[in-house]
């Protein structure tokens, strides 16, 4: 039986304070709104109590920001995609900024045990001066568990329409793609970190945010596996492959600091369940 789930979070600014309100079908949660940083930014973690996804189960988030607003969410830990006996399981989320509002998409990794046959979907719609930072990192198989992913596929969706398209479909027995040298290189965790705004950004700002992160990559023991590049001038991409999750995520974390001093000015303190 497939165990669907929706869950609307949606952030307003209201007296220099960002509120979050969310309403919820099915086993999705936010747990409560913290902010560390004081009332301008509003810390959520989403919840989803079951752990993972089976094929048939279809998780569909959305949020939205209105202007001036600036909400973070991430997760407590790793969304896992199960094997599958057949269907697809899904998780569609979407993103609405209105101008002038900031949001940071930070859930910890995707996990792809063997045999799963999953998607994951991520769609950010911004608008003029609205701007988003977010994430993905995935993981194909469990290596040090001695679960390899020898069967299945996995499609990866990132869209700002019209702007910017990033698509992956891997299947398990693609073993071009997973092992050679213009693919994956046996790499098996794929990490993306993205800066995104609803207008072009300076050609300075841009350029600045790319040497940022390459000199943030240079001292990182996965220099030669991490790149940095802006594909249009709404967009700044920061991407590694690793063997593993930890080195790949600790990576885009010193990233995510960076840019979030150079783009914002604003110090990056790490949401609290990251430590838990």
């Not at 301008?40 to 209105?66: E, F, K, R, S």
Request: some cysteine.
């Amino acid at each position: 039986m497939a165990w669907n789930a929706t869950l609307s979070l949606d952030y307003s600014l209201q007296s220099g304070k960002t509120v979050a309100h969310y309403r919820h079908e099915g086993p999705l949660r936010i747990l409560q709104s913290l902010y560390p940083e004081g009332d301008a930014v509003c810390h959520n973690v989403l919840v989803h109590p079951p752990g993972g996804l089976v094929g048939g189960d279809t998780l569909d988030v959305a949020v939205t920001a209105a202007a001036g607003s600036h909400g973070l969410i991430t997760t407590p830990g790793a969304t896992r995609f199960y094997k599958s006996l057949g269907e697809t399981a899904l998780q569609r989320t979407r993103i609405r900024l209105e101008a002038g509002a900031r949001a940071e998409w930070l859930p910890m990794e995707t996990l792809c045990y063997s045999g799963c046959l999953a998607e994951n979907h991520l769609t950010l719609e911004l608008a003029p001066g609205a701007e988003l930072m977010g994430w993905d990192i995935t993981a194909l198989g469990l290596p040090t568990a001695g679960q390899p992913f020898s069967e299945g596929s996995f499609c990866q969706h990132i869209a700002l329409p019209g702007i910017w398209l990033e698509r992956a479909r891997i299947r398990a027995d693609d073993l071009l793609l997973l092992d050679s040298p213009l693919g994956l290189a046996g790499q098996r965790c794929i990490a993306t970190l993205f800066f995104a705004s609803g207008s072009k950004l300076e050609r300075k700002r841009r350029e600045l945010a790319l040497d940022v992160a390459r000199e943030v990559m240079g001292a990182h023991a996965l220099v030669n596996t991490a790149g940095a590049t802006s594909p249009d001038a709404q967009v700044v991409v920061a991407r590694v492959l690793a063997p593993l999750v930890e080195p790949a995520m600790g990576l885009l974390k010193q990233v995510w600091k960076s840019w979030r001093r150079h783009f914002w000015g604003m110090a990056a303190p790490s949401p609290r369940i990251w430590s838990a």
